[in-house]
């Protein structure tokens, strides 16, 4: 079982809604963060005796061996907190370092007292006690009268207790914290099958020269899990893969069947099995949903995935896959760059094109002019051709630093994009 770490949530702005605490709490104000995973955070936490607290985001360090995992955010000040990898937000009285790490849930425990996983489970320790609310995320849709039967499990090395939230915010449960161990969203076992806030998640394994075959694995899961901890699960389990960052959200009912379906049709792509329902329990356990076996080179493809029930497309994508000819990782660095340019044009973001720019500029592959021609473009993915095609014509040299660049900016990326894939398919 993975201990985690992955992927959070998207900030949105929060407006301002009176909490009530026994503990000195903080004001949130109207701010915006980014990051895939994210749910909008609107509502969430106010206090009556404190001055305007910023919700700030955090990337915790990391430490990470083969079979665990763990998160530690130091805290120099009071405020709100949100990490950029898991979605937790903590709300702190006072300076102090909070550790935390995915635990697997033991769901005979909590069948005994007719409950279910509704969220990662949260093992929370901070020496100093100084966190005074803990917020997680849900996937819950609130606005259609989802999270009625919400509670926070409280695991303790004594037995088990359920904590009903302080607050639940569009995003968000809130409670107020009086120790630290394994904390958890669940609900009835018994609840509505309401829709819920879902990704579709897509992990790669590319064609090996001089085999054309390749295997595109497509996930369904609730939003609220952590994708980092997915994509470590699996690298555990299947060995490497290609997680392909395009934009996962979609509403998905819990036991419903859906299809999906793939443009081109061809023959020599399949895709089993030919329906699937969603499970919205998958909280440590991350198994391929469908499977598409692509028998031929492809670079582009649609995916739909539809209700069995009334065909209503409830996500579609087209994908780049950045998957090379076969035989092509030997020719020359300006004819790969031409090779996946229409793959670059579409697939990297703005903070990853214009952190490339600067290495690219700070190198003196472009010069000052060419910078500022490129930053002249409104449009990104005309500044994406004017940059790519910019460096291509200036030969292998250039085109060579041009794929080391994008080795180094990947290395740090944060912006979950197909960026990633792309590096892959130049560099390897």
Not at 34 to 52: E, H, R
Not at 64 to 84: A, K, R
Request: charged fraction near 25%.
């Amino acid at each position: 079982m993975t201990k985690n770490m992955s992927s959070t949530n998207t900030l949105s702005q929060s407006s301002h809604v009176q909490l009530s605490s026994t503990d000195s709490c903080y004001l949130t104000r109207s701010h915006s963060l980014s990051s895939l995973t994210k749910t909008p955070i609107k509502n969430l936490i106010q206090a009556a005796s404190s001055p305007d607290m910023l919700l700030n985001e955090f990337t915790p360090v990391i430490t990470d061996d083969f079979d665990d995992e763990n998160y530690t955010f130091q805290c120099s000040c009071p405020g709100l907190y949100q990490c950029s990898v898991t979605g937790l937000v903590f709300v702190m009285k006072a300076e102090g370092d909070v550790v935390y790490r995915t635990v697997p849930w033991n769901r005979r425990l909590l069948a005994q007292h007719h409950k279910k996983p509704a969220g990662p489970l949260f093992d929370i320790k901070s020496q100093q006690q100084s966190v005074c609310q803990l917020c997680l995320p849900h996937c819950e849709l609130i606005s259609t009268g989802g999270g009625q039967f919400l509670q926070v499990a409280h695991v303790k090395e004594e037995g088990i207790e359920f904590i009903t939230p302080h607050k639940i915010t569009e995003s968000h449960v809130v409670i107020n914290l009086t120790g630290f161990s394994g904390y958890g969203i669940v609900s009835d076992k018994d609840s509505p099958p309401d829709p819920v806030q879902a990704l579709v998640l897509l992990f790669y394994k590319p064609p090996v020269d001089p085999d054309p075959r390749s295997i595109l694995s497509v996930l369904l899961l609730p939003r609220n899990i952590v994708i980092r901890d997915v994509q470590r699960t699996r690298r555990k389990l299947i060995g490497d893969e290609r997680y392909i960052g395009t934009p996962p959200h979609c509403k998905l009912h819990p036991k419903q069947v859906y299809t999906l379906s793939n443009v081109p049709e061809d023959d020599l792509i399949t895709v089993e099995p030919n329906e699937a329902d969603f499970d919205d329990e998958y909280y440590d356990s991350y198994f391929t949903t469908f499977l598409v076996s692509l028998g031929r080179i492809l670079t582009d493809v649609n995916l739909s995935l539809k209700e069995k029930s009334s065909s209503t497309c409830v996500w579609e994508r087209k994908l780049c896959l950045f998957s090379p000819t076969v035989g092509t990782l030997n020719h020359p660095p300006s004819e790969r760059l031409l090779n996946t340019r229409s793959c670059f044009v579409e697939g990297i973001s703005e903070p990853n094109l214009n952190s490339l720019i600067d290495k690219l500029l700070e190198k003196k592959v472009i010069t000052d002019a060419e910078r500022e021609a490129a930053d002249a473009k409104q449009d990104k993915r005309e500044k994406a051709r004017f940059v790519i095609d910019t460096v291509r014509k200036k030969g292998d040299a250039a085109s060579s630093e041009f794929i080391n660049f994008l080795r180094k900016v990947n290395k740090n990326n944060a912006h979950y994009d197909q960026f990633q894939s792309l590096t892959l398919s130049l560099v390897h």
